[in-house]
């Protein structure tokens, strides 16, 4: 289970390598900002995979939250979101997937569910997150889409990807192919769109050191280098050791994040007609 990978790095997930969780959280707040003045307030909320609670925490800076239930499998991670939420939020270790299956249908007003896909099969979780919401509730989702980082996993690294199987559970996780993807996975689902952004960010590799710390020590790779004895780790760590004293000449490399920001909307119950969409197109940030 990935989650023991977030045990272990729950304590330095918010250092945000690269600062990719920190530019997309900027942007889904402000859209659930925005989004929020057109409602009733307050907002009864569940996160799915709350992780450390950082957005729980940006989110009530910005507005009157009501009844908040975070879920997440890491005890780790729950640790550090208690230390920052305090009481107020209800944190439970459970699966995201099943513990949304218990709680009673319509009964949150917004549903946040962010990095979540490469561990939780995604039509289930957004039938789920549809099932909770009040008719007009909002749904947040944001996700790397396959593309993201493709320069390292498809080029640079494929062949320690492959021996760690990166590839394979890039493939077998939910993350959409693209944004385009993700946008039709919500209206599949039923969901109307309000706002949507393709977020492309360039990252940059000084070293293996960056590599590294990317992949072992920020979770980004966690479903890939999880098993019960640490031995992916321990392979992944001679490798990029080895690599840093053999390959040092070829770095840095640029790369580019892509992660897909979209929040919906679960119609009313009279609407025939869906909603015009905001668009925005594809924006470097
Ligand atoms: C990449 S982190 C994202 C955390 C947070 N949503 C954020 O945006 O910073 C993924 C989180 O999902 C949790 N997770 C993985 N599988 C899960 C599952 N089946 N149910 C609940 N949480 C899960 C991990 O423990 C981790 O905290």
Redesign the pocket.
């Known amino acids: 289970?990935?989650?023991r990978v977030?045990d272990r790095v729950a304590q330095c997930?918010d250092e945000d390598w690269g600062g990719i969780?920190t530019a997309?959280?900027a942007c889904y707040v402000e859209q659930i900002y925005r989004a929020s003045k057109c409602r009733s307030l307050p907002l009864d909320t569940v996160?799915?995979?709350?992780?450390?609670g950082?957005?729980l925490l940006d989110l009530e800076r910005r507005l009157p939250l009501g009844k908040c239930i975070g879920?997440?499998?890491?005890r780790g991670?729950l640790r550090q979101a208690r230390n920052k939420l305090g009481e107020k939020v209800e944190l439970l270790r459970?699966?995201?997937?099943l513990?949304a299956r218990r709680l009673p249908a319509e009964s949150v007003d917004l549903v946040?569910c962010?990095?979540?896909l490469?561990?939780?099969a995604a039509e289930p979780l957004l039938d789920e997150a549809y099932r909770l919401l009040r008719p007009g509730g909002l749904f947040s989702l944001?996700t790397s889409t396959q593309r993201s980082l493709g320069e390292l996993h498809n080029g640079r690294f494929s062949r320690t990807g492959r021996l760690l199987g990166v590839q394979r559970e890039l493939h077998k996780a939910s993350t959409p192919a693209d944004h385009q993807q993700s946008l039709e996975l919500l209206r599949a689902r039923g969901f109307t769109i309000i706002e949507h952004r393709s977020q492309r960010r360039q990252v940059h590799f000084e070293s293996f050191n960056d590599v590294r710390d990317w992949a072992l020590n920020s979770?980004w790779v966690?479903a890939s280098l999880d098993d019960p004895f640490g031995m992916r780790i321990a392979i992944a760590t001679a490798i990029f050791a080895l690599a840093r004293i053999t390959l040092h000449p070829l770095y840095p490399i640029e790369t580019h994040s892509e992660i897909s920001i979209v929040l919906a909307r679960k119609p009313l119950e009279v609407e025939t007609r869906p909603m015009p969409e905001l668009r925005q197109a594809e924006i470097p940030v």
């Open positions: 289970m990935a989650t977030y997930y969780y997309a959280r996160d799915l995979g709350i992780g450390t950082n957005l879920f997440d499998l890491s991670m459970e699966d995201a997937l513990a946040l962010h990095f979540l490469s561990f939780v944001a979770g966690a």
